[in-house]
């Protein structure tokens, strides 16, 4: 029988290796919407468990049959809009023109940045350099106080909307110092795309980080490493060309066209099993079902945003049983 031959595995996709910059991610580009609505939100990553659902996928092996599957749990709090943040045109890209908070701020919002003693939220400046804007964002901080982690500090960061400026301008006046829901943004049955930050797991040699082949028992010297460098004519290591040791997770990855199988509240359906989620706690306000699995540990930031490639039209799927045995 012919020998396998499997030298080197892992992606070389993403070169070089580092750690995160910071422990959620940033999302740069978004689905184009007409109307002014957030085009992000952010779940805390509770758990997994299965559920048992109707295919209604046209055209599936099993269209109309009951399957199961591993879903993810994302607890939901509400999003605070603290503040909006304008940009303005430039020779290259956009440059910072302002900062407007809202009058009631968070206690907890001292924890993570410097905030106004008293602010007053003023847009004579915006409207009179209105045609020179290129971009108004919400600036947003989580309720971790409202979730399974039980943590007060809470994290910040911005959310681009969709329409034009005006609309825009509109919209962030109207939700000032309010609260965005993931019922306002995403619908059941919708597909969406998770940005998180991998496990990390530290300083890894070549076998774990990308599965070379053990050397054999008379190999000289090393057993867990790579036979050679480079070939002698080159006289330098290429960079991402090689399996080397190194940074093994705490990475930024995006995965795509993950669906929603159900965005609910625990008030109305607990989502909780006896005990609640190993590792994280019970979850008691909005959540979302999301089919699969998705990057990082329990607790971690996820962000959420509409799917740059999936359908539009949601397809949504009449779910018959969730299981919430002990994990325990």
């Known amino acids: 029988m012919a020998k396998g031959h499997k030298p080197v595995s892992g992606s070389r996709a993403f070169w070089p290796r580092k750690r995160a910059k910071r422990i959620y991610p940033r999302v740069r580009s978004f689905v184009k919407e007409k109307e002014a609505v957030p085009l992000l939100f952010a779940g805390y990553k509770a758990g997994m468990t299965h559920v048992r659902f109707t295919d209604s996928r046209k055209g599936s092996v099993t269209e109309g049959q009951d399957v199961v599957k591993a879903v993810t749990v994302l607890d939901c709090p509400p999003l605070v809009v603290a503040g909006m943040k304008v940009y303005k045109k430039a020779a ?34 915006i409207e009179k350099n209105i045609e020179d804007i290129a971009d108004i964002r919400l600036i947003v901080h989580t309720k971790p ?14 959310v681009s909307l969709g329409g034009d400026i005006k609309s825009k301008i509109e919209y962030a006046k109207k939700n000032l110092g309010g609260e965005i829901k993931v019922s306002d943004i995403f619908r059941p049955g919708e597909l969406i795309d998770i940005k998180a930050v991998t496990k990390g797991k530290g300083y890894q040699g070549p076998v774990k980080r990308f599965g070379v082949t053990v050397r054999d028992r008379k190999a000289k010297k090393k057993r867990r490493h790579i036979g050679v460098l480079a070939p002698r004519n080159v006289a330098r ?51 979302i079902l999301v089919s699969g699995s998705i990057p990082g540990p329990k607790k971690r930031l996820v962000m959420i945003r509409k799917a740059l490639r999936g359908k539009k039209e949601p397809e949504p799927a009449e779910i018959k049983e969730i299981s919430r045995e002990s994990q325990q």
């Open 92 to 125: 290259h890209g956009m440059v910072d023109f302002g900062t407007v908070w809202s009058e009631k701020l968070s206690k907890n919002l001292k924890r993570k940045t410097r905030v106004p003693k008293n602010p007053k939220p003023d847009f004579g400046e």
């Open 145 to 158: 106080e409202e979730s399974g982690i039980g943590k007060k500090k809470p994290e910040l960061f911005e």
């Open 237 to 287: 290591v290429r960079p991402g060309t090689v399996a080397m040791a190194g940074q093994l997770g705490y990475q930024t990855r995006t995965e795509l066209n993950k669906k929603i199988l159900l965005l609910g509240s625990a008030k109305e359906n607990d989502i909780n099993p006896r005990g609640g989620f190993l590792k994280y706690g019970i979850v008691r306000g909005d959540y």
